[in-house]
């Protein structure tokens, strides 16, 4: 008899994952069993393109259109989750954007993009998704390292609002664990996309601070995720796991 996948009968809603760490997280989720849901903003191709893949592994899967930093994307990105898979057993907080500007010079402009993708949207998309998820349900997002230190200057409202993350983590986690829903945080270090590639201009500041020398890769993070996600980390809430290759050390 083959022995059943960790996810099997889970429907998950990865935002933000037609590419890099969140397209690696909807890819685990579904080897792991889980039918899945991604949200883009942009990339209809790609992620239609991923949606199509994770279907042939024989999961149910869907791409939905909606940009996490307005005030009607959550909710519908969660719709859209509801009415692909049936209902949401999984949330992962995976869309963000990145800032490199020093806090002097950044406009307006870029401070709202970063403080509504990084923290309104994971709010409103978490509002949105919770009377869909039941007891044994999962919330997971996707922080970063610099949440808990900032060894350089340029990203000092990134850090504020992925660090933001963690004060709702925590909250979330004592009002949910009564109904047996876990929350929980996955900070990575540097890892290696298209937002910030490993042969890239911020390398060779970056690489020093690495214990293992290397970035991180997104399957690695995804890992974490998968992990979080599924039935052996029943009794974890409230905390993050670091997958920084040692920075933090």
């Known amino acids: 008899m083959t022995a059943s996948l960790p996810l099997s009968g889970k429907r998950a809603l990865v935002t933000g994952g037609s590419r890099g760490i969140g397209a690696a997280i909807a890819r685990q989720l579904a080897a792991d069993g889980a039918d899945v849901a991604i949200?883009?903003?942009?990339?209809?191709?790609?992620?239609?393109?991923?949606?199509?893949?994770?279907?042939?592994?024989?999961?149910?899967?869907?791409?939905?259109?909606?940009?996490?930093?307005?005030?009607?994307?959550?909710?519908?990105a969660v719709e859209g989750a509801v009415e692909g898979l049936g209902g949401i057993d999984i949330l992962v907080n995976n869309a963000g954007v990145a800032g490199g500007t020093l806090f002097a010079d950044q406009s307006l402009d870029e401070i709202d993009a970063l403080l509504n993708v990084n923290i309104r949207g994971v709010i409103l998309t978490t509002k949105a998704a919770l009377p869909h998820i039941?007891?044994?349900?999962?919330?997971i997002s996707i922080s970063s390292v610099l949440a808990d230190r900032v060894p350089f200057g340029g990203v000092t409202v990134y850090?504020?609002?992925?660090?933001?993350?963690?004060?709702?983590?925590?909250?979330?986690?004592?009002?949910?664990?009564?109904?047996?829903?876990?929350?929980?945080?996955?900070?990575?270090g540097a890892t290696d996309t298209d937002m910030n590639p490993a042969d890239g201009p911020n390398a060779p500041?970056?690489?020093?601070?690495?214990?293992?020398?290397?970035?991180?890769?997104?399957?690695?993070?995804?890992?974490?995720?998968a992990f979080l996600a599924g039935p052996g980390a029943g009794y974890i809430t409230g905390t993050g796991i670091l997958v920084d290759g040692g920075v933090g050390a």
């Open 205 to 225: 500041g970056m690489l020093p601070s690495i214990s293992l020398g290397r970035y991180g890769q997104p399957h690695e993070i995804a890992s974490a995720v």
């Open 39 to 76: 949200t883009y903003e942009k990339s209809a191709d790609r992620a239609e393109a991923l949606a199509a893949e994770l279907r042939a592994l024989g999961r149910k899967a869907v791409a939905i259109q909606a940009d996490a930093g307005s005030t009607d994307g959550p909710a519908r």
């Open 159 to 188: 850090s504020a609002s992925k660090s933001a993350l963690q004060a709702f983590t925590l909250g979330l986690s004592r009002e949910l664990g009564p109904k047996g829903i876990t929350v929980n945080l996955v900070k990575p």
């Open 134 to 139: 039941g007891a044994g349900g999962r919330i």
